[in-house]
Protein backbone atom coordinates (compact mmCIF):
# COMPACT_ATOMS: atom_id res chain seq x y z
CA UNK A 1 0.00 0.00 0.00
CA UNK A 2 1.74 3.60 -0.89
CA UNK A 3 1.94 5.90 1.93
CA UNK A 4 3.29 9.31 1.41
CA UNK A 5 5.26 11.06 4.22
CA UNK A 6 5.87 14.89 3.21
CA UNK A 7 9.02 15.39 5.75
CA UNK A 8 11.16 18.76 5.83
CA UNK A 9 14.06 18.52 3.54
CA UNK A 10 15.90 20.49 6.47
CA UNK A 11 15.41 18.60 9.67
CA UNK A 12 12.66 15.51 8.27
CA UNK A 13 10.44 16.41 10.64
CA UNK A 14 6.94 15.88 9.08
CA UNK A 15 5.14 18.99 7.05
CA UNK A 16 1.78 19.76 7.07
CA UNK A 17 -0.61 22.19 4.92
CA UNK A 18 -0.48 25.59 5.78
CA UNK A 19 -4.23 26.61 5.61
CA UNK A 20 -5.21 29.50 2.85
CA UNK A 21 -1.70 29.02 1.38
CA UNK A 22 -0.04 27.02 -1.28
CA UNK A 23 2.47 26.37 1.13
CA UNK A 24 3.60 23.26 3.55
CA UNK A 25 5.35 24.07 6.41
CA UNK A 26 7.66 22.06 9.19
CA UNK A 27 6.76 22.52 12.85
CA UNK A 28 10.02 21.95 14.41
CA UNK A 29 12.31 24.38 12.22
CA UNK A 30 9.60 26.77 10.58
CA UNK A 31 10.73 25.78 6.73
CA UNK A 32 8.65 26.59 4.48
CA UNK A 33 7.99 24.11 1.53
CA UNK A 34 5.86 25.53 -1.58
CA UNK A 35 3.46 22.30 -2.56
CA UNK A 36 4.79 23.06 -6.22
CA UNK A 37 8.13 21.54 -5.03
CA UNK A 38 6.77 18.40 -3.54
CA UNK A 39 4.66 17.74 -6.50
CA UNK A 40 8.16 17.62 -8.20
CA UNK A 41 9.19 15.05 -5.22
CA UNK A 42 5.83 13.01 -5.69
CA UNK A 43 7.20 10.45 -7.59
CA UNK A 44 10.41 10.02 -5.95
CA UNK A 45 8.10 9.49 -2.39
CA UNK A 46 5.85 6.84 -5.13
CA UNK A 47 8.53 4.89 -5.81
CA UNK A 48 10.34 4.94 -1.86
CA UNK A 49 6.82 3.88 -0.79
CA UNK A 50 6.38 0.94 -3.43
CA UNK A 51 9.78 -0.46 -2.56
CA UNK A 52 9.31 -0.37 1.12
CA UNK A 53 7.60 -3.82 2.88
CA UNK A 54 7.04 -2.32 6.01
CA UNK A 55 3.86 -0.67 4.64
CA UNK A 56 1.65 -3.39 4.47
CA UNK A 57 -2.57 -3.98 4.26
CA UNK A 58 -2.86 -6.88 6.54
CA UNK A 59 -7.13 -6.81 6.46
CA UNK A 60 -7.58 -10.43 5.89
CA UNK A 61 -6.38 -11.07 9.19
CA UNK A 62 -9.33 -9.58 11.00
CA UNK A 63 -11.39 -11.60 12.36
CA UNK A 64 -15.24 -12.01 12.34
CA UNK A 65 -17.15 -8.58 13.00
CA UNK A 66 -13.64 -6.77 11.93
CA UNK A 67 -14.06 -6.92 8.33
CA UNK A 68 -13.50 -3.34 6.96
CA UNK A 69 -10.48 -2.66 9.34
CA UNK A 70 -6.85 -2.49 8.03
CA UNK A 71 -3.44 -2.81 9.78
CA UNK A 72 -0.95 0.32 8.60
CA UNK A 73 2.59 0.16 10.14
CA UNK A 74 5.01 3.79 10.19
CA UNK A 75 7.89 3.73 8.11
CA UNK A 76 9.30 6.68 10.52
CA UNK A 77 9.19 4.93 13.82
CA UNK A 78 7.22 1.57 13.09
CA UNK A 79 4.39 1.86 14.84
CA UNK A 80 1.02 0.25 13.93
CA UNK A 81 -1.74 2.07 13.22
CA UNK A 82 -5.34 0.48 12.83
CA UNK A 83 -8.00 2.12 10.63
CA UNK A 84 -11.09 1.92 8.97
CA UNK A 85 -10.22 0.68 5.29
CA UNK A 86 -11.50 3.79 4.14
CA UNK A 87 -8.47 5.80 5.58
CA UNK A 88 -6.93 8.17 3.24
CA UNK A 89 -4.63 10.39 5.88
CA UNK A 90 -3.73 10.39 9.11
CA UNK A 91 -0.71 11.39 11.56
CA UNK A 92 1.03 8.36 13.18
CA UNK A 93 -0.49 8.53 17.08
CA UNK A 94 3.58 7.54 18.53
CA UNK A 95 5.82 9.88 15.83
CA UNK A 96 3.11 12.32 14.99
CA UNK A 97 4.72 11.87 11.35
CA UNK A 98 1.97 13.30 8.23
CA UNK A 99 0.93 10.09 6.43
CA UNK A 100 -1.28 9.92 3.13
CA UNK A 101 -2.13 6.88 1.92
CA UNK A 102 -1.92 7.75 -1.76
CA UNK A 103 -2.99 4.10 -3.02
CA UNK A 104 -6.77 5.29 -1.85
CA UNK A 105 -6.29 8.63 -4.16
CA UNK A 106 -5.11 7.01 -7.10
CA UNK A 107 -6.50 5.54 -10.43
CA UNK A 108 -10.15 5.66 -10.65
CA UNK A 109 -10.44 7.03 -6.75
CA UNK A 110 -8.19 9.85 -7.28
CA UNK A 111 -10.44 12.61 -6.50
CA UNK A 112 -10.70 15.60 -9.53
CA UNK A 113 -10.97 18.33 -6.61
CA UNK A 114 -9.36 19.72 -3.61
CA UNK A 115 -10.68 22.86 -1.82
CA UNK A 116 -7.79 23.59 0.95
CA UNK A 117 -8.08 24.29 4.38
CA UNK A 118 -8.37 28.11 4.78
CA UNK A 119 -9.35 28.27 8.25
CA UNK A 120 -7.02 26.78 11.07
CA UNK A 121 -7.67 25.25 13.80
CA UNK A 122 -7.14 27.60 16.52
CA UNK A 123 -10.01 29.69 14.42
CA UNK A 124 -11.97 26.80 14.45
CA UNK A 125 -12.06 26.62 18.18
CA UNK A 126 -12.98 30.37 18.29
CA UNK A 127 -15.79 29.90 15.88
CA UNK A 128 -17.01 27.21 18.76
CA UNK A 129 -17.23 30.07 21.30
CA UNK A 130 -18.69 32.51 18.87
CA UNK A 131 -21.30 29.63 18.45
CA UNK A 132 -22.36 29.25 22.33
CA UNK A 133 -22.87 33.68 21.84
CA UNK A 134 -26.45 35.07 22.27
CA UNK A 135 -27.98 31.54 23.05
CA UNK A 136 -30.10 32.87 25.77
CA UNK A 137 -31.47 29.14 26.73
CA UNK A 138 -28.00 27.32 25.94
CA UNK A 139 -26.88 25.56 29.55
CA UNK A 140 -24.36 27.77 31.75
CA UNK A 141 -22.74 24.77 32.60
CA UNK A 142 -22.43 23.51 29.13
CA UNK A 143 -21.12 26.89 27.72
CA UNK A 144 -18.65 27.59 30.76
CA UNK A 145 -17.17 24.36 31.67
CA UNK A 146 -17.39 22.61 28.52
CA UNK A 147 -14.05 21.16 26.94
CA UNK A 148 -13.48 20.05 23.62
CA UNK A 149 -12.91 16.50 23.35
CA UNK A 150 -11.13 16.47 20.01
CA UNK A 151 -11.25 18.60 16.80
CA UNK A 152 -10.32 17.18 13.79
CA UNK A 153 -9.50 18.34 10.35
CA UNK A 154 -10.92 15.85 7.67
CA UNK A 155 -11.39 15.96 3.96
CA UNK A 156 -14.85 15.01 3.41
CA UNK A 157 -15.47 13.18 -0.30
CA UNK A 158 -18.04 14.23 -1.67
CA UNK A 159 -19.91 13.70 -5.39
CA UNK A 160 -20.09 17.24 -6.93
CA UNK A 161 -23.01 16.46 -10.06
CA UNK A 162 -23.57 18.68 -13.20
CA UNK A 163 -26.95 18.41 -14.69
CA UNK A 164 -29.10 20.68 -17.15
CA UNK A 165 -32.64 20.75 -15.95
CA UNK A 166 -35.21 20.78 -18.55
CA UNK A 167 -38.54 21.55 -17.34
CA UNK A 168 -42.30 21.47 -18.90
CA UNK A 169 -44.72 22.98 -16.75
CA UNK A 170 -48.62 23.79 -16.52
CA UNK A 171 -50.27 25.83 -14.36
CA UNK A 172 -54.00 27.21 -13.54
CA UNK A 173 -54.27 30.48 -12.85
CA UNK A 174 -56.47 32.89 -11.83
CA UNK A 175 -56.50 37.37 -11.72
CA UNK A 176 -59.31 38.37 -9.31
CA UNK A 177 -60.76 41.92 -10.07
CA UNK A 178 -63.24 43.61 -7.87
CA UNK A 179 -65.77 46.37 -8.05
CA UNK A 180 -68.90 47.89 -6.42
CA UNK A 181 -71.70 49.79 -7.52
CA UNK A 182 -74.29 51.25 -5.18
CA UNK A 183 -76.60 47.85 -5.52
CA UNK A 184 -73.83 45.32 -5.31
CA UNK A 185 -70.23 44.15 -5.23
CA UNK A 186 -69.44 42.51 -8.16
CA UNK A 187 -65.99 40.01 -7.96
CA UNK A 188 -64.83 38.93 -11.61
CA UNK A 189 -62.25 36.16 -11.77
CA UNK A 190 -60.65 35.59 -14.63
CA UNK A 191 -59.01 31.93 -15.58
CA UNK A 192 -55.90 31.25 -17.20
CA UNK A 193 -53.88 28.24 -18.86
CA UNK A 194 -50.49 29.13 -18.46
CA UNK A 195 -47.30 27.15 -19.89
CA UNK A 196 -43.37 26.95 -19.31
CA UNK A 197 -40.89 25.37 -20.59
CA UNK A 198 -37.14 25.69 -21.03
CA UNK A 199 -33.76 24.99 -19.34
CA UNK A 200 -31.66 25.88 -16.36
CA UNK A 201 -27.82 24.34 -15.81
CA UNK A 202 -26.54 23.21 -12.26
CA UNK A 203 -23.07 23.13 -11.61
CA UNK A 204 -21.32 20.89 -8.94
CA UNK A 205 -24.31 20.35 -6.26
CA UNK A 206 -22.20 18.47 -3.41
CA UNK A 207 -23.59 15.28 -1.99
CA UNK A 208 -21.18 13.68 0.82
CA UNK A 209 -20.11 10.33 -0.67
CA UNK A 210 -19.28 9.22 3.36
CA UNK A 211 -21.09 7.17 5.16
CA UNK A 212 -19.52 7.74 8.92
CA UNK A 213 -20.15 11.52 8.58
CA UNK A 214 -23.68 12.77 9.14
CA UNK A 215 -24.98 14.02 5.38
CA UNK A 216 -27.52 16.61 7.36
CA UNK A 217 -24.27 17.93 8.90
CA UNK A 218 -22.66 18.23 5.47
CA UNK A 219 -25.85 20.14 3.87
CA UNK A 220 -25.65 22.48 6.70
CA UNK A 221 -22.27 23.68 6.40
CA UNK A 222 -22.96 24.86 2.54
CA UNK A 223 -22.36 26.73 0.41
CA UNK A 224 -18.78 25.55 -0.33
CA UNK A 225 -17.66 28.00 -3.01
CA UNK A 226 -16.13 25.30 -6.16
CA UNK A 227 -14.67 28.01 -8.15
CA UNK A 228 -11.70 27.88 -5.53
CA UNK A 229 -11.16 23.85 -5.58
CA UNK A 230 -7.62 23.38 -7.22
CA UNK A 231 -6.88 20.02 -8.83
CA UNK A 232 -6.02 17.16 -6.55
CA UNK A 233 -2.87 17.07 -5.09
CA UNK A 234 -1.69 14.69 -2.35
CA UNK A 235 0.12 17.40 -0.48
CA UNK A 236 -2.80 19.57 0.71
CA UNK A 237 -3.37 16.08 2.78
CA UNK A 238 -1.13 16.46 5.01
CA UNK A 239 -1.66 17.24 8.50
CA UNK A 240 -5.47 16.27 8.18
CA UNK A 241 -7.12 13.26 8.43
CA UNK A 242 -8.90 12.12 4.74
CA UNK A 243 -11.06 9.54 3.55
CA UNK A 244 -12.05 7.99 0.28
CA UNK A 245 -15.72 7.65 -0.75
CA UNK A 246 -17.57 4.86 0.69
CA UNK A 247 -20.50 5.58 -0.80
CA UNK A 248 -20.23 5.79 -4.40
CA UNK A 249 -21.67 8.41 -7.34
CA UNK A 250 -24.90 6.14 -8.28
CA UNK A 251 -26.32 5.94 -4.90
CA UNK A 252 -25.72 9.82 -4.34
CA UNK A 253 -27.66 10.49 -7.44
CA UNK A 254 -31.14 10.43 -6.17
CA UNK A 255 -30.51 13.10 -3.35
CA UNK A 256 -28.68 15.84 -6.14
CA UNK A 257 -31.65 14.75 -8.77
CA UNK A 258 -34.20 15.69 -5.82
CA UNK A 259 -32.25 18.65 -5.25
CA UNK A 260 -32.33 20.09 -8.49
CA UNK A 261 -35.80 19.03 -9.34
CA UNK A 262 -36.76 21.42 -6.94
CA UNK A 263 -34.72 24.29 -7.35
CA UNK A 264 -35.91 24.21 -11.34
CA UNK A 265 -39.24 23.80 -10.17
CA UNK A 266 -39.72 26.58 -8.04
CA UNK A 267 -37.18 28.68 -10.96
CA UNK A 268 -40.14 28.37 -13.79
CA UNK A 269 -42.73 28.64 -11.12
CA UNK A 270 -41.08 32.29 -10.35
CA UNK A 271 -41.81 33.46 -13.79
CA UNK A 272 -45.43 33.18 -12.88
CA UNK A 273 -46.41 36.68 -12.84
CA UNK A 274 -49.32 39.22 -11.90
CA UNK A 275 -51.81 36.38 -10.93
CA UNK A 276 -54.13 36.12 -8.24
CA UNK A 277 -53.66 32.67 -7.42
CA UNK A 278 -51.34 29.64 -9.45
CA UNK A 279 -51.94 26.32 -8.95
CA UNK A 280 -49.63 23.70 -10.71
CA UNK A 281 -50.86 21.00 -12.58
CA UNK A 282 -47.72 19.65 -14.26
CA UNK A 283 -44.36 20.14 -13.07
CA UNK A 284 -41.96 17.42 -15.38
CA UNK A 285 -38.48 17.89 -14.83
CA UNK A 286 -35.38 15.58 -17.43
CA UNK A 287 -32.20 15.73 -16.17
CA UNK A 288 -29.84 15.88 -18.99
CA UNK A 289 -26.17 16.26 -19.88
CA UNK A 290 -24.86 15.25 -16.31
CA UNK A 291 -21.63 14.86 -15.19
CA UNK A 292 -20.01 13.81 -11.94
CA UNK A 293 -17.01 14.85 -10.23
CA UNK A 294 -14.87 13.34 -7.09
CA UNK A 295 -13.80 16.33 -4.77
CA UNK A 296 -12.25 16.31 -1.18
CA UNK A 297 -14.10 19.20 0.71
CA UNK A 298 -12.28 20.69 4.38
CA UNK A 299 -14.51 20.17 7.55
CA UNK A 300 -13.54 20.43 11.04
CA UNK A 301 -15.39 17.91 13.42
CA UNK A 302 -15.66 18.96 16.69
CA UNK A 303 -17.43 16.74 19.69
CA UNK A 304 -17.71 17.61 23.34
CA UNK A 305 -19.79 15.14 25.27
CA UNK A 306 -22.12 16.69 28.04
CA UNK A 307 -24.73 15.12 30.47
CA UNK A 308 -23.82 11.32 28.41
CA UNK A 309 -24.80 12.82 25.44
CA UNK A 310 -22.02 13.84 22.62
CA UNK A 311 -22.73 16.44 20.70
CA UNK A 312 -20.85 16.55 17.66
CA UNK A 313 -20.05 20.17 15.58
CA UNK A 314 -19.14 20.84 12.26
CA UNK A 315 -17.13 23.85 10.43
CA UNK A 316 -16.74 24.74 7.00
CA UNK A 317 -13.21 24.88 6.53
CA UNK A 318 -12.87 27.34 3.71
CA UNK A 319 -16.03 29.83 4.52
CA UNK A 320 -15.95 29.29 8.44
CA UNK A 321 -19.92 28.41 8.71
CA UNK A 322 -20.05 26.52 12.15
CA UNK A 323 -22.96 24.39 12.94
CA UNK A 324 -24.25 21.79 15.35
CA UNK A 325 -27.13 21.63 17.25
CA UNK A 326 -26.82 22.78 21.32
CA UNK A 327 -28.96 21.60 24.06
CA UNK A 328 -31.98 23.41 25.92
CA UNK A 329 -31.92 24.27 29.38
CA UNK A 330 -35.08 23.65 30.42
CA UNK A 331 -35.17 25.73 33.47
CA UNK A 332 -34.02 29.26 31.35
CA UNK A 333 -36.59 28.35 29.23
CA UNK A 334 -39.90 28.44 31.38
CA UNK A 335 -38.11 31.40 32.86
CA UNK A 336 -37.76 33.64 30.04
CA UNK A 337 -41.46 32.41 28.96
CA UNK A 338 -42.52 33.50 32.37
CA UNK A 339 -40.65 37.04 32.26
CA UNK A 340 -41.74 37.58 28.69
CA UNK A 341 -45.45 36.66 29.41
CA UNK A 342 -45.28 38.68 32.52
CA UNK A 343 -44.16 41.82 30.88
CA UNK A 344 -46.23 41.89 27.74
CA UNK A 345 -49.63 41.17 30.02
CA UNK A 346 -48.73 43.75 31.97
CA UNK A 347 -48.61 45.99 28.70
CA UNK A 348 -51.39 44.44 26.96
CA UNK A 349 -53.68 44.32 30.36
CA UNK A 350 -53.35 48.40 30.68
CA UNK A 351 -53.91 49.08 27.27
CA UNK A 352 -56.61 46.90 27.16
CA UNK A 353 -58.38 48.69 29.97
CA UNK A 354 -57.73 51.97 28.54
CA UNK A 355 -59.45 51.69 25.46
CA UNK A 356 -62.31 49.52 26.84
CA UNK A 357 -63.16 52.58 28.89
CA UNK B 1 -46.24 37.95 40.49
CA UNK B 2 -46.69 41.24 39.00
CA UNK B 3 -49.34 39.77 36.34
CA UNK B 4 -51.53 38.38 38.70
CA UNK B 5 -51.07 41.37 41.02
CA UNK B 6 -52.54 43.48 37.89
CA UNK B 7 -54.80 40.86 37.20
CA UNK B 8 -56.70 41.15 40.55
CA UNK B 9 -56.53 44.98 40.81
CA UNK B 10 -57.83 44.92 37.47
CA UNK B 11 -61.15 42.48 38.43
CA UNK B 12 -61.42 44.42 41.56
CA UNK B 13 -61.93 47.65 39.65
CA UNK B 14 -63.52 46.40 37.18
CA UNK B 15 -66.23 44.17 39.47
CA UNK B 16 -67.77 47.80 40.30
CA UNK B 17 -68.40 49.33 36.90
CA UNK B 18 -71.34 48.74 35.07
CA UNK B 19 -69.39 47.16 31.66
CA UNK B 20 -68.15 44.30 33.77
CA UNK B 21 -68.35 42.19 30.51
CA UNK B 22 -66.33 44.11 28.36
CA UNK B 23 -63.38 44.77 30.30
CA UNK B 24 -62.87 41.23 31.31
CA UNK B 25 -63.19 40.13 27.61
CA UNK B 26 -60.70 43.11 26.69
CA UNK B 27 -58.71 41.73 29.56
CA UNK B 28 -58.57 37.69 28.49
CA UNK B 29 -57.97 38.55 25.30
CA UNK B 30 -54.82 41.11 26.42
CA UNK B 31 -53.71 37.63 28.63
CA UNK B 32 -54.08 35.22 25.23
CA UNK B 33 -52.08 37.62 23.04
CA UNK B 34 -49.26 37.76 25.81
CA UNK B 35 -49.22 34.15 26.33
CA UNK B 36 -48.83 33.83 22.38
CA UNK B 37 -45.89 36.80 22.25
CA UNK B 38 -44.14 34.50 25.27
CA UNK B 39 -44.35 31.46 23.18
CA UNK B 40 -43.33 32.90 19.97
CA UNK B 41 -40.38 34.62 22.04
CA UNK B 42 -38.88 31.37 23.44
CA UNK B 43 -39.71 29.28 19.83
CA UNK B 44 -37.27 32.01 18.46
CA UNK B 45 -34.98 31.42 20.93
CA UNK B 46 -34.70 27.60 21.03
CA UNK B 47 -34.67 27.75 17.27
CA UNK B 48 -30.85 29.65 17.82
CA UNK B 49 -30.10 26.17 19.67
CA UNK B 50 -30.54 24.20 15.95
CA UNK B 51 -28.48 25.11 13.43
CA UNK B 52 -28.22 21.10 11.49
CA UNK B 53 -30.90 21.39 8.84
CA UNK B 54 -31.21 19.17 6.14
CA UNK B 55 -31.16 21.56 2.34
CA UNK B 56 -33.81 21.68 0.03
CA UNK B 57 -33.23 23.36 -2.62
CA UNK B 58 -29.91 24.03 -5.07
CA UNK B 59 -30.64 27.32 -6.20
CA UNK B 60 -26.76 28.28 -4.63
CA UNK B 61 -25.31 25.59 -7.79
CA UNK B 62 -27.47 27.63 -10.33
CA UNK B 63 -25.00 28.34 -13.85
CA UNK B 64 -24.98 31.76 -14.36
CA UNK B 65 -27.20 32.96 -17.34
CA UNK B 66 -28.23 29.30 -17.72
CA UNK B 67 -31.90 30.01 -17.52
CA UNK B 68 -33.46 29.66 -20.62
CA UNK B 69 -37.03 30.16 -21.18
CA UNK B 70 -37.89 28.25 -24.39
CA UNK B 71 -41.82 28.40 -24.18
CA UNK B 72 -44.10 31.20 -22.74
CA UNK B 73 -47.55 31.26 -23.25
CA UNK B 74 -50.60 32.74 -20.61
CA UNK B 75 -53.59 31.75 -22.30
CA UNK B 76 -57.20 33.31 -21.33
CA UNK B 77 -59.45 30.36 -21.06
CA UNK B 78 -62.71 31.93 -19.39
CA UNK B 79 -64.18 34.50 -16.91
CA UNK B 80 -66.73 34.33 -14.19
CA UNK B 81 -68.32 37.26 -12.42
CA UNK B 82 -70.50 36.82 -8.93
CA UNK B 83 -72.19 39.50 -7.43
CA UNK B 84 -73.96 39.87 -3.70
CA UNK B 85 -76.28 42.74 -2.51
CA UNK B 86 -74.60 45.40 -0.84
CA UNK B 87 -75.77 45.50 2.96
CA UNK B 88 -78.17 47.86 3.55
CA UNK B 89 -77.35 50.85 5.97
CA UNK B 90 -79.72 50.47 8.97
CA UNK B 91 -80.28 53.91 10.97
CA UNK B 92 -81.07 53.73 14.46
CA UNK B 93 -84.04 55.30 15.66
CA UNK B 94 -84.44 56.74 19.15
Known amino acids: MALMEYKCPNCAGPLTYEPGTRDMVCPYCDSVVSIEALEAMDAVLDEEASESADWAYEGDQWLAGEEGMALYSCKSCGGEIIGDETLGSTSCPFCGNQVVISSKFSGTLRPDLVIPFKINREEAKQALKRHYEGKKLLPRVFRDKNHLDEIKGVYVPFWLFDADAGVRADYDATKVRRWSDSHFHYTETSHYHVHRSGDLGFDQVPVDGSQAIDDTLMESLEPFHLQEAVDFQTAYLAGYFANKYDVDAESCYPRADERIQRSAIQAFRNTVRGYSTVNPKREDVALTNSRVRYALLPVYLLSTSWENTNYLFAMNGQTGKFVGDLPLDKKAYWAWFFKIFGIAAVILVAISQLLAR | ?94
Do not use: C, W
Open chain 2, 1 to 94: MNTFSTFTIFILQAAGSPDLGSRLTAGIIALVIALLIALIGVSGMKGKLKSVKKQQMANQYVREGSMNLKAQNDLFTHKQVVKRPRAERTENKG
